[in-house]
């Protein structure tokens, strides 16, 4: 290889050094990382504040009252403005007619739920710490890959589909974290609607259902990323050999 193409020594020599680097880190994440953190895990999911069977204590109150009704003191009060809109309407114009105008919360700034807030910034350190690993385990296989070569590939094909099933739950962890976003986005978007149509009392109830399906989400999340080091931990181990030495009549192939 080196006189097919010249590579500088120094050179040469960190990337070799970050190539150990990444084997050492990538074993012991295997042989020690991944069990831990999958016992660590299946003991969150025993945890009271994961397990809560009445889901009513995880409602978080919606403080915006509703205002008081208007009263109309003659029967014609309020005909005009309908009519003007009507007119408007026939005459092709837009529709005019909004909700309650909103200047301020009365309570100060709408807070988000604090038990779903709380759960959350538990998870996703899990979540994230998954990535990572994962991405140097991923890259520790990838650089046992033998040069391509025709016949004796069975044990590439091992490295491969441990490479994929690696990208794989990269993933879905990832998934993992928009679903958090996209649950704050649709949460505040319902509150907007509920300060601008106090009265509907739909808007204040949906906001109480995507709460709860946030929350059996999140459990859901946290036995996921145990199963998933389970899953890893239990194929590694049991394809290590080849995963190692994927080519044992040609192990001196390696790059």
């Known amino acids: 290889m080196s006189s097919l193409l010249k590579v500088d020594n120094e050179i040469k020599t960190k990337v070799d050094a970050f190539r150990e680097r990444i084997t050492s880190e990538a074993e012991d994440l ?17 945890d009271p504040i994961i397990n809560i069977t009445e889901l009513k204590e995880i409602h978080s109150e919606i ?33 005019t007619v909004t909700g309650t105008k909103v200047f301020v919360m009365p309570g100060g700034m709408m807070k988000s739920n604090g038990n779903l807030v709380d759960l959350i910034e538990k998870v996703k350190p899990e979540i994230r710490t998954l990535i990572e690993k994962c991405n140097t385990v991923k890259m520790w296989v990838q650089l046992l890959i033998p040069r391509i070569e025709d016949g004796n590939n069975f044990g590439v094909s091992i490295q491969e589909e441990t490479v994929a099933e690696l990208r794989t739950v990269e993933g879905e962890a990832a998934s993992y974290l928009d679903q958090i976003s996209r649950y704050y986005i649709t949460r505040a978007k319902l509150v907007s609607k509920i300060a601008k149509y106090p009265h509907v009392e739909d808007y204040r109830r949906t906001v109480t259902e995507i709460d709860e399906k946030e929350y059996i989400s999140l459990k859901i999340i946290v036995s996921e990323l145990r199963n998933q080091y389970v899953t890893l931990h239990d194929m590694i181990l049991k394809n290590i050999e080849k995963i190692k030495r994927p080519r044992s009549s040609n192990a001196d192939a390696l790059y």
């Not at 295997?30 to 025993?46: G, I, T």
């Not at 403080?63 to 092709?92: C, F, M, W, Y």
Request: glycine share 6%.
């Open 63 to 95: 403080n915006l009252t509703v205002p008081d009704p208007i009263l109309l003191s003659n029967l014609h009060d309020g005909l005009e403005a309908q009519n003007a809109k009507k007119r408007k309407l026939e005459d092709g114009g837009e529709d």
């Open 30 to 46: 295997v042989a020690n990382f991944f069990p831990k953190k999958l016992l660590e895990l299946d003991h969150f999911l025993k």
